[in-house]
């Protein structure tokens, strides 16, 4: 039996402004790696990079909000959220605050890490952490 290699590729959001929600992830670090248009531009679509980590972003022309009231209340089936990793959530919890963006405070998980919500221009939260567990075996 072959073994097939499996990693993720990208991370989709539906966004109500593209030009807004781009420029805020860039804010982040992230590049743009690829943009396109409908044949109709009506829906627009853009690939953004940090990394290896690539963030789809959709708008359609019908977007209604369907935005939580706060990071907790993110339990329906399906995405849940996404997490981006770094050095020192200290840091990045400063940095955050220090561009203005809406962040709760830096918690401690129940698998012992620390960790904050930033909550985007469309008002989805993510999740910023500090994993110094290394990478699992196989």
């Known amino acids: 039996m072959s073994t097939v290699s499996i990693r993720l590729h990208h991370v989709s959001l539906t966004v109500a402004d593209m030009n ?10 992230f590049v743009v790696a690829h943009e396109y248009l409908s044949a109709d531009a009506s829906r627009r679509m853009a690939h953004l990079q ?16 369907q935005e939580p009231p706060s990071n907790r209340d993110i339990h329906p089936l399906g995405l849940r959220h996404f997490a981006l990793a770094v050095d020192s959530v200290t840091d990045a919890h400063a940095h955050v605050v220090e561009l203005g963006f809406v962040c709760d405070g830096i918690a401690t998980g129940l698998s012992g890490l620390r ?17 110094r567990r290394g990478s699992a075996s196989t």
């Open 20 to 29: 807004r929600s781009i420029e805020f992830y860039r804010s982040l670090g």
């Open 50 to 65: 940090l990394g290896t980590v690539m963030l789809e972003l959709f708008q359609f022309p019908l977007h209604q909000s």
């Open 115 to 131: 960790y904050f919500f930033v909550r985007d221009p469309d008002g989805i939260w993510f999740e910023v952490i500090e994993d």
